[in-house]
């Protein structure tokens, strides 16, 4: 069965460095791949969506990349601030249909 | 675009009483929507997914009798927990499927408490 694998452990950085998140995945090629974030008591919010033929993909401090030899996506923000601490999942669609998630990574930016 | 709304967002309940829960698709139509439950610390484990006019589809585990699910029109589907146990205190999201099927956007999540 498909697995997604997310840093277990808390990210914490300083205001202004870069985040990078790491996400990967096992036993299926998905031909996308998405990225949510989720606040404490929040349902998850929409973010990226990067498909297998694109190698990244960009949105305002947020970018993404996907390399499907290595079976892994990478989540970036630049500029990171104090507002972008939350949990970031990664989910794909299994090759059953349905959207499974990572367990989540969660960020902390110090000010 | 694609704002779920979920409702309530927050409720407590006795052992034993059924509580629903609302899922609205407020700017779009959702032909299917999702049920999701989440404990605390963990990822969110999909319950259903629910399909406009049709019986809903349950996850392995998932009790159907237990969670009723309807979906009634193409922006409403509930989640009624019926004779709620406190181990069915949990984080409950609905989500909807945009209309090209690629994302779901999800709804702000209800926090049941069963005492």
């Known amino acids: 069965s498909q697995k997604i694998e997310q840093n277990s452990e808390a990210l914490n950085i300083q205001e202004g460095k870069t985040a990078t998140l790491t996400c990967n995945y096992t036993?299926?090629?998905?031909?996308?791949l998405q990225w949510y974030r989720q606040d404490p008591g929040r349902g998850p919010v929409f973010l990226l969506l990067i498909r297998e033929n694109e190698k990244e993909k960009r949105k305002e401090r947020l970018k993404v990349t996907f390399d499907t030899t290595l079976k892994q996506s990478l989540f970036h923000i630049t500029a990171s601030q104090p507002a972008d601490s939350a949990t970031y999942l990664c989910a794909l669609y299994n090759q059953g249909g349905k959207l499974i998630f990572g367990q989540g990574t969660e960020l902390s930016v110090k000010p | 675009g694609a704002v779920v709304s979920q409702h309530p967002s927050r409720v407590i309940c006795k052992s034993g009483t059924s509580v629903k829960i609302e899922c609205r698709s407020l700017?779009?139509?959702?032909?299917?929507m999702f049920w999701y439950r989440q404990f605390p610390k963990q990822s969110l484990m999909l319950m259903a997914t629910?399909?406009?006019?049709?019986?809903?589809?349950?996850e392995q585990g998932v009790e159907k009798d237990k969670f009723l699910i309807n979906h009634a029109s193409l922006t409403l589907s509930t989640l009624t927990v019926t004779s709620a146990h406190p181990e069915d205190s949990s984080f409950y999201i609905c989500?909807?499927?945009?209309?090209?099927?690629?994302?779901?956007?999800f709804g702000p999540g209800t926090r049941l408490l069963v005492l």
């Open positions: 629910s399909n406009e006019g049709s019986k809903a589809t349950y």
């Open positions: 036993n299926y090629s998905p031909a996308y």
């Open positions: 989500s909807a499927e945009s209309g090209g099927g690629e994302t779901q956007y």
């Open positions: 700017d779009f139509q959702a032909t299917t």
